[in-house]
């Protein structure tokens, strides 16, 4: 292993254990801690919009946790190189801190988008409940979104790292600086797939592993120009498949 | 066949056989469109392109025929830089470069079967002027057509006079003993991190900082609005002084190879398989008879089995050994007579930030200061590491004190042609050029403009210039000076830096690496 492997190995595997156990939950108590349980899918038969805010609203802890277990398991993944910067940057003894700062303004741009993205669900949900068609027109909006030039500025923008300050609170301020930032741009470019999950009811599991792997892929991908262009997941399954093509020639 | 690749310098006259077939081959290759894989322009683009760049000197219309979208995509833009494929890489670029060479003057009468590039060795003395053959527009062909002269060749002075300043060089990554290493502050290593296909990381490898980005912008020297060729690597394959340069670096690669067991390349696969083995670009030359060569470094790294050499190995310094370092420290007379002989000790893996300074630093003018704060805890982790070295027993001398390096982090601009000279806790008011025992290094911006960019690869991160400060650091450390709060870092650019060239470093950074 060479010494830079050996440094992302470091942090790479604390981050993907994250995930895993987030994950883990998800496939053990589906029922109770995963989003479908407030999704809009699981109301799919209210026609009565307050109520159905009020049922989300009833049990907001649970709802809170489902979606912070939902962006743990989706999305720590893509933390790999901000958490890395962080990590190599900040003096041994503040890298916990710094990186639990970033944590913390990634989550707080993320937790309340996540509100925003339950209530237009909810919406499009009981617009017409179980609607193959609706399901079709969103997702096409998704792919829409998932070309376009925006989205490449702000996919771009979740690859910067910023210069950090080293000492006492201005450390603290430009970790956590970081991490809002990044939630901003991550939502920007992550929003409009991350819905996709939240209206699917059967296989909201797989959804979710759809979905994953799509912006991780992406985010293999180096940045370039804000254009019209595919995004799609070609990097990560040439990878993938030349992986397992060697795994099979050493064994 | 044999290939040998000669000093420039030492050829036997400023348009002896080898420059001059080189020449006539040049115009061949430029009489091409770019749309032929096998044209001048079309393999200046192979290392890199930017269509207004291009616009900008004079190398590309809009409105003339593109290459098809197919070699577009297999061949372009596919230099290696701040990757450990960065030597490998340019290796295989310049032997199907002379290929192509070979091919366009096979048919003129007299050329030379074994043509091989000659290569330009500036840090031999009296030979760091540039080659006669390229300086002129006139040649033993024709007048003010040489094809080997360029316009904008600007020089280190930005007038024209091309020359490398020796000041300005050092070979010292020749002494580093890892050929790879890391990207977090501590030493990239001889030939660079490891990564992927990589147009451009943003830590660059130490023969790649130095000699090689630095001959580079020193000797196309330029402005924003004027850069030159050799400058920035977008449009540097287009000037032919650059494959003489890439001759050298690649002669210094084997000069660096040939210290075994300490000085290998990496061997792991995922080098010597290249980034295609990982489901990456494979690295892919066009070649005279219409075929593309794809190549792994491992296809590349013994040169003498691909019929190349060098006509000159010899070691390109008087390398400092691990016994000098130690004995320099206190070491007892057991230990450093237990580590003569020794041609390097591993480094150690821990990395990490000794002090920082606070806030970006823009450079602009002709001097520019700021003070890095030191953590007194990992300050005196390296005292404390330094001082193992007269303690140590024949045990522990196998394992290298503390080094230390540098860092300029985030360093933006969209003036590449900026070499700057770094010095560490410079007396207060005394003239930087009166203290050479406090120059950390020289520096260049070479890539900066396209590491700038928000919407570029790089994402607007910059480049991160390492520079080892471990002799500095000794010092002040046995002088007892060492016990300080902070230390001050100046900044002198080669020449003022204009507002203009937004040159920033976002911040200035000390790490150790040791046990």
């Known amino acids: 292993m ?22 883990i939950v998800f496939a053990i108590e589906p029922g109770n801690m995963a989003l479908p349980a407030h999704c809009p899918a699981a109301m799919a038969g209210m026609t009565d919009f307050s109520a159905a805010v009020d049922m989300l609203l009833a049990r907001p802890l649970s709802a809170t946790m489902g979606w912070g277990l939902m962006l743990a398991a989706m999305m720590a993944p893509l933390l790999i190189a901000p958490v890395r910067h962080i990590h190599d940057r900040s003096f041994a003894c503040r890298r916990e801190r710094a990186i639990a700062l970033f944590a913390a303004g990634y989550a707080a741009i993320w937790m309340p988008a996540g509100v925003v993205l339950l209530i237009l669900a909810l919406v499009i949900g009981m617009g017409a409940p179980g609607s193959w068609v609706l399901m079709v027109v969103v997702t096409i909006f998704a792919l829409v979104w998932q070309f376009s030039p925006i989205k490449q500025s702000c996919l771009n923008r979740c690859h910067a790292h910023p210069e950090l300050a080293a000492f006492g609170l201005a450390a603290d301020l430009d970790a956590l600086r970081f991490g809002l930032k990044h939630g901003i741009w991550c939502v920007g470019s992550c929003w409009a797939l991350m819905l996709l999950p939240l209206l699917i009811w059967r296989g909201h599991l797989a959804a979710m592993a759809v979905v994953t792997l799509l912006l991780l892929s992406e985010r293999l991908d180096s940045p370039a120009p804000a254009r019209w262009r595919w995004r799609g997941p070609g990097k990560a399954v040439r990878i993938a498949v030349a992986q397992t093509r060697m795994q099979l020639q050493r064994s | 066949m044999a290939f040998t690749r000669r000093n420039v310098w030492n050829l036997g006259g400023d348009w002896a056989d080898p420059i001059l077939w080189y020449a006539r081959g040049v115009a061949a290759m430029k009489a091409k469109t770019l749309a032929e894989p096998i044209s001048w322009r079309f393999y200046g683009a192979i290392h890199g392109f930017n269509s207004q760049l291009w616009q900008r000197v004079g190398y590309y219309d809009p409105s003339e025929k593109m290459p098809g979208a197919p070699d577009v995509k297999r061949f372009w833009l596919q230099c290696q830089h701040g990757s450990w494929y960065f030597l490998p890489w340019h290796r295989g670029y310049l032997l199907a470069f002379e290929q192509n060479i070979r091919a366009a003057i096979k048919d003129m009468k007299g050329a030379p079967k074994d043509w091989a590039l000659p290569y330009w060795n500036y840090f031999k003395p009296n030979q760091n002027q540039l080659p006669p053959a390229f300086a002129s527009p006139d040649w033993p062909d024709g007048k003010g057509n040489n094809p080997l002269y360029v316009k904008q060749r600007y020089g280190p002075d930005d007038n024209g006079k091309v020359y490398v300043p020796m000041d300005e060089v050092n070979l010292k990554a020749m002494d580093d003993p890892d050929f790879t290493g890391v990207a977090s502050g501590g030493s990239p290593g001889f030939g660079g991190v490891d990564t992927g296909f990589e147009h451009g990381g943003p830590v660059h490898g130490r023969l790649e900082r130095q000699p090689h980005d630095q001959v580079h912008v020193l000797v196309g020297g330029g402005t924003r609005q004027d850069p030159g060729l050799m400058s920035d690597p977008r449009i540097a394959g287009l000037d032919p002084i650059f494959y003489l340069h890439h001759a050298n670096i690649d002669r210094l690669w084997q000069v660096w190879r040939q210290n075994p067991p300490a000085h290998v390349d990496p061997p792991q696969d995922n080098w010597k398989k290249g980034p295609g083995n990982t489901g990456q670009r494979v690295f892919s030359m066009p070649l005279p008879d219409g075929t593309a060569w794809d190549y792994t470094p491992g296809d590349v790294a013994d040169l003498s089995k691909l019929g190349y050499n060098y006509d000159d190995l010899s070691p390109a310094t008087a390398a400092m050994q691990p016994a000098d370092r130690l004995m320099r420290l206190g070491a007892n007379a057991e230990v450093v007579k237990a580590a003569k002989g020794v041609r390097a000790v591993a480094t150690g893996k821990n990395v990490e930030l000794l002090g920082a300074n606070q806030g970006a630093l823009k450079i602009t003018g002709s001097e520019a200061s700021t003070s890095v704060k030191l953590d007194q805890g990992v300050r005196n982790k390296v005292a404390a590491n330094l001082n193992l070295a007269k303690a140590a027993g024949i045990a522990e001398a196998a394992i290298a004190p503390d080094r230390v390096f540098l860092n300029l982090e985030n360093v933006r601009g969209f003036s590449d042609a900026t070499a700057l000279k770094v010095y560490i806790d410079l007396p207060a008011g005394a003239k930087p050029a009166d203290h050479p025992e406090r120059l950390a290094g020289s520096v260049s911006l070479f890539g900066a403009s396209k590491a700038s960019m928000a919407d570029d690869e790089h994402a607007g991160k910059g480049l991160t210039l390492v520079l080892e400060i471990t002799d500095i650091v000794d010092a002040l450390h046995l002088s007892n000076k060492l016990n300080m ?29 040791g046990r």
């Open chain 2, 485 to 513: 709060d902070s230390l001050d870092v100046r900044i002198v650019p080669r020449r003022p830096v204009p507002k203009d060239a937004e040159v920033s470093i976002g911040r200035v950074s000390i790490f150790r690496q």
């Open chain 1, 2 to 23: 060479t010494p830079a492997a050996r440094e992302r190995w470091h942090v790479r595997t604390p981050v993907l254990l994250v995930s895993v156990a987030a994950w």
